[in-house]
Antibody, heavy 123, light 107 residues
Framework: EVQLVESGGGLVQPGGSLRLSCAASGFPFNNYAMNWVRQAPGKGLEWISYISRNSNYIHYADSVKGRFTISRDNANNSLFLQMNSLRDEDTAVYYC????????????????WGLGSTVTVSS | ETTLTQSPAFVSATPGDKVNISCKASQDIDDDVNWYQQRPGEPSIFIIRDASSLVLGIPPRFSGSGYGTDFTLTINNIESEDAAYYFCLQHDNFPLTFGQGTKVEIK
């Protein structure tokens, strides 16, 4: 069964850091680009980052550029999101999602989603 | 950045109804729109690819149409299990962007 499971969320103070993980199973992880998407309480979805299969191409939303870092470990079928300098507005459920594209650097959108990990930024 | 304007925000339907959800892009994005269904406590489900291609395993009462800037998700003969939040995504350019979403309620 194709599955994505996020972990690492929690409560953090403004200015703090958190590292999210996404464990992939049921498919050849190194064949797929991946994304992080978030959804703030009562809001719509916001794409925040993309990483190609071999990590050669990475994209970020302006809202997180310079604060968040996406990475992956293909040997261990894992995707990561390092979040630094967290702000109140980063409070959201964070989803990892597999990309459909087989072309590095491009996205065809997502086809598989995890259940999400909740991040709360509050003092 | 491509803005997607999705409407309506909420729709209440009776089983058997036809429901249309619109997604309008701020610029021409060819057919680079996908549609998804999200139910509480479940992973989002991919239902339409590239504006009009039904994803394998999705019931044929779901369909998509459109090209350029105007896109529509249609649910024919809606069933109670279709109660969910639906959203569109454009993957024509980065940053990827989503519509604001539509909550579908079944009476």
């Amino acid at each position: 069964e194709v599955q994505l499971v996020e972990s690492g969320g929690g409560l953090v103070q403004p200015g703090g850091s958190l590292r999210l993980s996404c464990a992939a199973s049921g498919f050849p992880f190194n064949n797929y680009a991946m994304n992080w998407v978030r959804q703030a309480p009562g809001k719509g979805l916001e794409w925040i980052s993309y990483i190609s299969r071999n990590s050669n191409y990475i994209h970020y939303a302006d809202s997180v550029k310079g604060r968040f870092t996406i990475s992956r470990d293909n040997a261990n079928n894992s995707l990561f999101l390092q979040m630094n300098s967290l702000r109140d507005e980063d409070t959201a459920v964070y989803y990892c999602a597999r990309d459909l594209s087989d072309s590095s650097g491009y996205s065809d959108g997502m086809d598989v989603w995890g259940l999400g990990s909740t991040v709360t930024v509050s003092s | 950045e491509t803005t997607l304007t999705q409407s309506p925000a909420f729709v209440s339907a009776t089983p058997g109804d036809k429901v249309n959800i619109s997604c309008k892009a701020s610029q021409d994005i060819d057919d680079d729109v996908n549609w998804y269904q999200q139910r509480p406590g479940e992973p989002s489900i991919f239902i339409i690819r590239d504006a009009s291609s039904l994803v394998l395993g999705i019931p044929p009462r779901f369909s998509g149409s459109g090209y350029g800037t105007d896109f529509t998700l249609t649910i024919n003969n809606i069933e109670s299990e279709d109660a969910a939040y639906y959203f569109c995504l454009q993957h024509d350019n980065f940053p990827l962007t989503f519509g604001q979403g539509t909550k579908v309620e079944i009476k």
